[in-house]
């Protein structure tokens, strides 16, 4: 007998104890755990599918979305949408639905702990003990840079830009910060100084990327920029990948143009385990999980399926990225 539940389209499995029967109205087809995208066994059901909830890395490019005639929400646990072709989307008339603010306590908390991390060492630190070089106590053994009266430098100052403003102000930083338009309020609030990019890079001991991924944002951070910063400072990027330009960033690693990175995003995404980043004890790298605490992932996949079941019922989604559909 044929299912009629509407079809759905899931690249990824959830736990069972996260979702209940919050799917249990649609027909689910989950796609391979170790494939990302639509694999082959999703494809197949493109003709019929009603909604797909996907995650930040499955690519849906506009010619894979065309041959889904019945697709009626693209709903990602995510708050970006770079992975998706949101413009043509909005022109078969397809919401396309996200996960904005849960991710913003989660992600700064991360940042700082990066950026505390890699300023004090704790990586370096730590293998050597494991490896049997803590052998006395050397008053020159794992030197750190103090965080109270560094500049802190703040590259997008959004939602998570400022709970990382907010974080460090507590530790006696300086802030300083760029962003596309003016911000007095959070000059106020923070205590901070709104500078131009170049201005940023040039003075602060840390500089925090904390800007969406767009084609002006791509390799933000290049030869030139890198060529201006401090030889002390400290690089952390929680944003995308694509900000920052790998192949400069290796270099002013290995070069001694900054001291040192934490990087909780990378370009590839994931970064090959035999990449030369991985070889630097000055370069800290963690797989994407600015959003890894479970009360955070759970509330996304909340979201995701309450944009889901709203596209598939013909109401407007809670969290569009897309709400010109509507008018």
Same mark, same amino acid.
């Given at each position: ?7 759905? @389209?899931?690249?990824?499995?959830? =736990?069972?104890? !996260? ?31 009603? /909604? ?47 996960? =904005? ?5 989660? +992600? ?25 070089? !803590?052998?006395? !106590?050397?008053?020159?053994? !794992?030197?750190?840079?103090? @965080? ?13 830009? +400022? ?26 609030? %923070? ?49 995308? /990948?694509?900000?920052?330009? +790998? ?5 002013? %690693? ?17 970064? =090959? ?25 759970? +509330? ?13 019922? /013909? ?7 897309? =709400?010109?559909?509507?008018?």
């Amino acid at each position: 007998m044929k299912n009629s539940k509407p079809l759905v @389209l899931m690249t990824y499995e959830l =736990p069972e104890n !996260w979702m209940g029967d919050l799917l249990n109205q649609f027909n689910v087809i989950k796609g391979l755990p170790d494939q990302r995208g639509l694999d082959k066994n999703l494809i197949i059901h493109l003709d019929q599918v009603e /909604g797909i909830l996907c995650l930040l890395d499955d690519p849906l490019p506009g010619n894979l979305l065309k041959k889904a005639p019945k697709l009626k929400v693209v709903s990602t646990m995510a708050v970006g949408v770079d992975n998706i072709d949101v413009s043509t989307c909005t022109r078969l008339g397809i919401p396309v639905g996200h996960t =904005p603010g849960v991710l913003t306590e989660g +992600t700064a908390d991360l940042t700082v702990a990066l950026l505390l991390a890699v300023c004090r060492q704790l990586f370096t630190a730590s293998k050597d003990a494991r490896q049997g070089h !803590w052998t006395n !106590w050397d008053p020159t053994g !794992w030197l750190g840079v103090d @965080l109270k009266n560094s500049t802190v430098g703040i590259v997008g100052l959004g939602k998570i830009g +400022t709970a990382v403003g907010e974080r460090l102000k507590g530790f006696g930083a300086n802030i300083i910060f760029t962003n596309r338009s003016p911000l007095p309020e959070k000059i106020s609030s %923070l205590n901070a100084k709104q500078v131009s990019l170049d201005e940023l890079l040039k003075t602060s001991d840390f500089i925090c990327l904390h800007t969406p991924l767009t084609e002006k944002t791509i390799n933000l951070i290049d030869e030139k920029e890198f060529q201006i910063m401090k030889p002390s400072a400290i690089l952390i990027n929680a944003a995308r /990948g694509p900000v920052v330009n +790998t192949s400069a960033l290796l270099r002013a %690693l290995k070069n001694g143009q900054i001291r040192a990175a934490g990087l909780d995003v990378t370009d590839p995404e994931p970064l =090959p385990p035999d990449h030369p980043l991985f070889e630097l004890d000055n370069c800290l790298i963690t797989p994407h999980i600015g959003s890894a605490t479970i009360q955070t992932r759970k +509330t996304m996949a909340l979201m995701a399926i309450e944009n889901l079941k709203a596209g598939i019922m /013909g109401t407007q989604l809670p969290f569009c990225v897309n =709400p010109e559909i509507y008018q």
